[in-house]
């Protein structure tokens, strides 16, 4: 067998593999022979029919069976030969297998870049140290006393304004006929909160029970129904129910009740001690990222396309899992992956660097650690750590091993790095994060 490797990149080699005349006729003849001994051919007994009547009937069964048969013993081979560890399935390609002549394929593989580090210790890093505020700790009181709202009817009479519980019923029409989607009855809504639909909530306000209005909104572009992008939709709508919030006072009773607190003071204490936690994993998290951006600068290595392809879109479809998005089209995935592959490149490329670093470095996983974590995993899910390797399995448990390894060697390259620490403020989109 005749195997030879072009360099395509420093991660994609095409692999030439030729198998000689000789191998093939024999491979051919082979199965022919098993073949006629179980043929069952009009005139004949089973295993006495003419060799050209099986070649006749047989022929394509044969050559799909003599094609697997000589893939199958010599990719990995060939492969294995050449010291070729492909990191992503290979792509193969073939022309016609024929009984008496040579037989080639290709094979298109990626495999991991070979490191050559140029810095990896003492990196210069700046790191977020988020100062959780008085404002803060208010604001997060307030949304749980809005959460614990109750909602009932109003004393006397009144228009509806904001806050209160609205029931509606609904009709939307587009070009004089109804668009059911957006029509219906005992509509429940709360006054005040964004709408989908700017301008909306806009002619809800003062309603009174039992009042009638009829009101244009423009739908934005934007907008999730393709027919309705831009246009002009007459809606109808009728107050069938109004309830005002009431608000509990945020007080002894309210944390000892809502929250399990002694009182309000340690309510305060507990949730800037959950803001504290919340923000110091996330200046963790950005310095890690920080580390790993500045070791792919610094360290210029490729990825391998198809990989980088194949991490994307396994990324997009999970980004729909999460969304509730069923069966998303294969363009849509494509369209989701396309803004995500720079990311998951770079992803990759500290994936090569940091591995690499392990084993040039000899980091090992610190046996400590390694007990530490499962029985921090035990105590979640509440069962012996002895039970919990043995559901885990011997491949998951590699796994994850292989993640608290990278975590070790993170801290490793911290503890070596030049770290410049600087107050921030967290925005808006941080803090929702932590509550969620």
């Given amino acids: 067998m005749k195997v030879e490797v072009e360099d395509l990149s420093s991660v994609e080699k095409k692999v030439m593999v030729e198998i000689p005349a000789e191998r093939v006729k024999d491979e051919f003849a082979l199965a022919y022979q098993e073949?006629?001994?179980?043929?069952?051919?009009?005139?004949?007994?089973?295993?006495?029919?003419?060799?050209?009547?099986?070649?006749?009937?047989?022929?394509?069964?044969?050559?799909?069976?003599?094609?697997?048969?000589?893939?199958?013993?010599?990719?990995?081979l060939a492969?294995?030969?050449?010291?070729?560890?492909?990191?992503?399935?290979?792509?193969?390609?073939?022309?016609?297998?024929?009984?008496?002549?040579?037989?080639?394929?290709?094979?298109?593989?990626?495999?991991?870049?070979?490191?050559?580090?140029?810095?990896?210790?003492?990196?210069?890093?700046?790191?977020?140290?988020?100062?959780?505020?008085?404002?803060?700790?208010?604001?997060?009181?307030?949304?749980?006393?809005?959460?614990?709202?109750?909602?009932?009817?109003?004393?006397?009479?009144?228009?509806?304004?904001?806050?209160?519980?609205?029931?509606?019923?609904?009709?939307?029409?587009?070009?004089?006929?109804?668009?059911?989607?957006?029509?219906?009855?005992?509509?429940?809504?709360i006054l005040g909160k964004e709408s989908v639909i700017p301008g909306f909530e806009d002619h809800l306000s003062g309603l009174t029970l039992g009042e009638k209005r009829t009101f244009h909104v423009k739908f934005p572009e934007d907008h999730p129904y393709e027919e309705l992008k831009g246009k002009e939709v007459v809606y109808t709508v009728e107050l069938k129910g109004l309830k005002e919030k009431i608000l509990p006072e945020i007080n002894d009773e309210f944390a000892k009740e809502v929250a399990g607190a002694k009182d309000i003071a340690d309510l305060r204490e507990k949730t800037r001690e959950r803001f504290e936690q919340y923000f110091q994993r996330l200046a963790r998290s950005r310095l890690e990222r920080n580390l790993l951006d500045k070791l792919v600068e610094l360290n210029p290595v490729e990825a391998p396309k198809r990989l980088v392809q194949k991490r994307a879109l396994e990324l997009a479809r999970r980004f729909c899992q999460q969304m509730q998005i069923d069966n998303p089209t294969k363009e849509d995935l494509e369209e989701l992956s396309k803004d995500i592959l720079p990311r998951v490149e770079k992803d990759i490329k500290a994936g090569f660097l940091l591995e690499a670093i392990i084993e040039k470095d000899g980091i090992k996983l610190d046996p400590d650690k390694e007990s530490a974590k499962l029985k921090e995993l035990s105590e979640r899910y509440r069962i012996d750590v002895s039970k919990l390797e043995d559901q885990l399995g011997k491949e998951s448990l590699e796994v994850l091993k292989s993640q608290w390894l990278e975590e070790q060697a993170l801290d490793f390259l911290i503890s070596q790095s030049k770290i410049k620490d600087k107050k921030v403020r967290p925005e808006d989109e941080e803090i929702k994060e932590e509550k969620e």
Avoid: C, H
């Fill in 79 to 189: 492969l294995e030969r050449k010291q070729l560890k492909p990191i992503i399935e290979p792509i193969l390609d073939f022309g016609e297998l024929k009984p008496d002549s040579a037989f080639s394929y290709t094979l298109n593989v990626e495999v991991k870049p070979k490191v050559e580090f140029l810095q990896y210790l003492g990196l210069e890093l700046e790191r977020e140290m988020f100062e959780v505020t008085d404002e803060m700790v208010d604001k997060a009181l307030k949304e749980l006393q809005e959460k614990n709202a109750i909602f009932q009817e109003p004393k006397e009479p009144r228009p509806a304004q904001t806050g209160d519980l609205l029931n509606l019923d609904i009709t939307a029409e587009y070009n004089g006929k109804v668009f059911p989607p957006l029509s219906g009855q005992g509509f429940q809504y």
């Fill in 35 to 76: 073949v006629q001994k179980q043929a069952r051919i009009k005139g004949f007994r089973p295993g006495k029919a003419p060799m050209r009547l099986v070649e006749q009937q047989f022929k394509d069964y044969v050559r799909e069976k003599v094609l697997r048969k000589l893939l199958e013993d010599t990719i990995d």
